[in-house]
């Protein structure tokens, strides 16, 4: 028998069952410490945060299985800018200044300039998308994103025809950010994508989890989402985007080249030279499970790299 998989980002309103409507309402009352459903009406949830600037559609995407827990998700992290260790960025990320926020609009682009957080998202409605973030270090969690597709503000820029690929930058503040003053990366942390990946409807901007303002720890107040590749192209706390011809410079790819390629899709044929990348660990699991080639969003997103050696192009 054949069943037809309804891609991830087709889903509407409509087609989201009574019973993952209800769950992720319920996380989303758990986290607010809300006692009743009642509280939340259709779909727009009250809140001292974003959720009062702007209307948060509620709407489960690939909602196909259970979220991690909200402590797993906000306490243990990768944020080099706070520390290498998990723990570090919940303990040290609260120092970061998040308020006020803009973002740098460089490069090839017609409406480059400086632009506030609130310029930002004004005009997007934001929705909640449950998608997989798998690290290279082979553990993983589900995350009920709040955020909108990245592409919809790249195209308010305006990106001229040889704008080719995008390169993201995190905030650099030496004083509130006590792992800059190891030289683990070269800093500020940088990331890129090619633009037909950054146009892609599975590629967000997060500005909140689990119905919430983002966590510093996670990356506050923007920051990017990219759920076919390992999460350090997950770039968080974005200060800059940069329209450009060529392939741009990734902090992965400068520190150690061998190891981390500029696609950096999730590929379990393709090993880390220290390791295998053909399991993981979810986050609140003991058994591993298989990794899933683009960490499962393959009817999504291979068209992207029909042509291409995966291995070559790691
Ligand atoms: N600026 C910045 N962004 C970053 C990182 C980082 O160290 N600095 N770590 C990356 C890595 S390796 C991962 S796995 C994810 C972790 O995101 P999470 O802590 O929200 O789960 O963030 C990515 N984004
Ligand atoms: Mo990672």
Known sequence: MLIRIRKSHELRDADVTPETLYKSRREV?????????GAIGGSVIAGEAFAARLSYKERAITADEPSTSHDAITGYNNFYEFGTDKSDPA????????????VRVEGECARPGAYTLEDILKPHALEERIYRLRCVE??????????????????RFEPANNAKYIQFETLADRERMRGLSFPVLDWPYVEGLRMDEAMH?????????????????????????VPWKYGYKSIKSIVAIRFVEKEPATSWNVSAPREYGFYSNVNPE??????????ERRI?????RPTLMFNGYGDEVSHL????????FY
């Open 29 to 37: 009352l758990k986290t607010m410490g809300l006692a009743t459903a």
């Open 305 to 312: 790299y029909a042509n291409m050696d995966l291995r070559k």
């Open 138 to 155: 082979a553990w993983s969690m589900v995350i009920p994103w709040v955020g909108f597709p990245l592409g919809d503000l790249l195209k």
């Open 270 to 279: 393709v090993d880390h030279p220290r390791w295998s990348q053909a399991t």
């Open 91 to 102: 303990r040290y990320a609260g120092a970061m200044k998040t308020s006020p926020w803009s």
């Open 201 to 225: 409807p599975l590629a967000i901007l997060a500005v909140g989890l689990y119905g919430e303002d983002l966590p510093n720890q996670n990356g506050a107040p923007l920051r990017l989402v």
């Open 284 to 288: 609140g699991e003991f058994r591993r």
